[in-house]
């Protein structure tokens, strides 16, 4: 009987964690390109030895592409109507970094690796150059044949209440954990003044600052920002320390020191305060969740998001261009 049970458990979990990867698997370039992901991981970490600040370009490209027709490389199709032109992606970085790896790739194994499985390879190593966790990156994604930047300009937005952010992951099967866990990943990168300014003066026409910034934080991001300055200047998305995947990004939620309003209302919220508080490090063995621990298991799922496999799609040449 117990045997019973533990055998239809395995198969189940089996069967779950199969259908939750979408028909990818573990090492799927291992006879038709061992390289591969070698290749992958030499191209990131030269463009990070010059730059950085580059990992966090990685890592919202995959972020992006998932979100808009599945993790398919859509969104590194150029074109006035392509995903790339629509507001919420003007600010991407990092595509000579994926066009580097794929020029290296096609000489050595023409019309096998995808582009997007490049980027989903590059996000996990931007994040291991970090200093941040490291993963298994389960392979074999198609690239799509379509890039639309209407449907891009979905994408979650920085003014999102938290309903509407959980709306928009749940619409792709990423539950509030996943959504707390995975906005972590602002723990590197940067933002426009842009995004965020309307924070720092009149918020809501109340002729004074979003009431929920730490004040101290607020006359820092009003020097960085003055009100009528460039609001393409760059800020730090996690004030201390914006080159390292640590979770300095979830204590500075916890003090008021978000940047992002979206970030900043996570600690406002009864459904995500609670996480943010365990992987800020203040109940920690309570839930016991470790944000080195569930980031890798939530970028799985993410970078499995609609994803074309076997005949569908096709292996592009030129990550920017349809063959
Ligand atoms: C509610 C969800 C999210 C919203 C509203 C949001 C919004 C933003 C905004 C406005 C920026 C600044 C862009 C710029 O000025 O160039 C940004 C940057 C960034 N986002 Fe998110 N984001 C979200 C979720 C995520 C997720 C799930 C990831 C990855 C797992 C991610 C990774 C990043 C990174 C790494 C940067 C820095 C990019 C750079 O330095 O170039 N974000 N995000
Ligand atoms: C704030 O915005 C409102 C609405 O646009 C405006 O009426 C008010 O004068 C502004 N207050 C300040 C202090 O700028």
Request: glycine share 8%; hydrophobic share 40%.
């Amino acid at each position: 009987m117990t045997l019973i049970v533990l055998v239809s458990v395995t198969i189940l979990f089996m069967g779950l964690s199969a259908q939750g990867q979408g028909g990818l698997k573990a090492d799927f370039y291992s006879s038709t390109c061992p390289r591969a992901e070698a290749i992958v991981r030499s191209t990131v970490e030269t463009h990070f030895n010059r730059d950085p600040t580059i990992a966090a370009g990685m890592l919202r490209l995959h972020f992006h592409d998932c979100f808009v027709q599945g993790c398919d490389g859509s969104v590194l199709i150029t074109g006035a109507s392509a995903e790339r032109n629509a507001l919420p992606n003007l600010g991407l970085r990092g595509f000579e970094v994926i066009d580097d790896a794929k020029t290296q790739l096609e000489a050595l194994c023409p019309d096998v690796v995808s582009c997007a499985d490049i980027l989903a390879l590059a996000a996990r190593d931007a994040v291991d150059l970090s200093d941040g966790p490291s993963w298994s990156v389960p392979t074999g994604r198609r690239d799509g044949r379509i890039s639309s930047s209407s449907e891009a300009a979905n994408l979650p937005s920085p003014a999102d209440p938290i309903a509407t952010q959980t709306q928009k992951f749940a619409t792709k099967g990423l539950d509030d954990h996943d959504l707390v866990t995975l906005v972590g990943g602002h723990t590197i990168g940067q933002t426009d003044c842009l995004f965020f300014r309307y924070r720092l003066y009149n918020f809501t026409a109340t002729g004074n600052a979003d009431p929920t910034i730490n004040q101290a934080f607020l006359a820092q991001l009003q020097a960085l920002c003055p009100q009528n300055g460039d609001g393409s200047k760059r800020v730090a998305l996690d004030k201390d320390s914006q080159t390292k995947f640590d979770v300095s990004f979830f204590k500075n939620v916890q003090d008021g020191n978000g940047v992002l309003e979206s970030d900043q209302r996570l600690w406002g919220d009864s459904a995500t305060c609670t996480i943010v508080q365990n992987y800020a490090g203040n109940i920690r063995g309570l839930l016991g969740l470790r944000f080195d621990f569930e980031f890798p298991k939530a970028m799985i799922k993410m970078s499995s998001i609609e994803v074309k496999t076997g005949t569908q799609g096709e292996i592009r040449k030129i990550c920017s261009k349809f063959n």
